[in-house]
């Protein structure tokens, strides 16, 4: 009946600032897992989320997986 294709996806978002940043606290790059609706957006997800490694509000862009 209906198409078996999950809306809501689970995706990664990524620091943008991390790998560029040389001087951060400790190593790393900072990750977050979040929902979101494939219908209401289709284009890749970006939020601005706290990263520990750099100490600053930074802009996170949805990966592949």
């Not at 600032?17 to 890749?44: A, D, E, M, V």
């Amino acid at each position: 009946m209906g198409k078996n294709k999950d809306v809501r996806i689970t995706i990664t978002l990524e620091c943008t600032n991390c790998p560029q940043n040389k001087l951060k606290r400790y190593p790393g790059i900072s990750r977050y897992t979040t929902q979101k609706n494939r219908r209401n957006t289709p284009n890749r997800l970006e939020l601005k989320k706290f990263c520990p490694h750099c100490s600053l509000h930074t802009l996170h862009k949805e990966i592949k997986k």
